[in-house]
């Protein structure tokens, strides 16, 4: 069964530029699921940040299409993604995800902080 | 984009108790990209329904999901321990974004 790992700094400096790897295990980033992110702010609800499918094709959220690059490494079985120009309103729990409606297997999740 | 209105925000039911959970769309969205998931604090969500109606691998059939176009519900026909947690709605209507609805908290009585 597939598993999704998420790691990265657990603290961003504002202004600065938050990075979080996807690990995919058990399983290939080539088949066929666009491999999501999603962010859930502390004590709030979900929001899906983007996607991206094994060709490289990329989806974002508009309202944060200015900031975010979501990226795949065939060669690791990861992907990855960049949130540029952080400010508190960042600060989240993070997972990547597989699949798009519905996401089937969620990663655990890390916590990113944009705090000084 | 799509909004997905949860209702009610909590629900405060006894276990043994029916729950149901509305999910309306701001637009008509496909069936097929509609899902259900649940959260329990500190863990990722998990899926539930899928299409709209389609219960995920692992599922116990107290969970049924129903609706169409705009109008869609989760019904749990008897809560379990387990069960109480927040539930979340999800669609995708052809283009992004893919949203979420704000989240429906089902708490014990």
């Known amino acids: 069964q597939v598993q999704l790992q998420e790691s990265g700094p657990g603290l961003v400096k504002p202004s600065g530029t938050l990075s979080l790897t996807c690990a995919v295990s058990?399983?290939?980033?080539?088949?066929?699921?666009?491999w999501s992110w999603v962010r859930q702010p502390p004590g709030k609800g979900l929001e899906w940040i983007g996607e991206?499918?094994?060709?490289?094709?990329?989806n974002y959220n508009p309202s944060l299409k200015s900031r975010v690059t979501i990226s795949i490494d065939k060669s690791k079985n990861q992907f990855s993604l960049r949130l540029s120009s952080v400010t508190a309103a960042d600060t989240a729990v993070y997972y990547c995800?597989?699949?798009?409606?519905?996401?089937?297997?969620w990663g655990q999740g890390t916590l990113v902080t944009v705090s000084s | 984009e799509i909004v997905l209105t949860q209702s009610p925000g909590t629900l405060s039911l006894s276990p043994g108790e029916r729950a149901t959970l509305s999910c309306r769309a701001s637009?008509?969205?496909?069936?097929?990209?509609l899902a259900w998931y649940h959260q329990k604090p500190g863990q990722a969500p998990r899926l539930l329904i899928y299409?709209?109606?389609t219960r995920a691998i692992g599922i116990p059939n107290r969970f049924s999901g129903s609706g169409s176009g705009t109008d869609f519900a989760l019904t749990i026909s008897r809560l379990e321990p387990e069960d109480f947690a927040v539930y979340y709605c999800?669609?995708?209507?052809?283009?992004?974004?893919?949203?979420f609805g704000g989240g429906t908290k089902v708490e014990i009585k």
């Open positions: 995800a597989r699949g798009r409606v519905p996401v089937t297997t």
């Open positions: 058990y399983g290939s980033i080539s088949s066929s699921y666009w």
């Open positions: 991206i499918y094994h060709s490289g094709s990329t």
């Open positions: 637009q008509n969205i496909s069936s097929s990209y």
């Open positions: 299409g709209a109606s």
């Open positions: 999800q669609q995708y209507a052809g283009s992004p974004p893919l949203t």
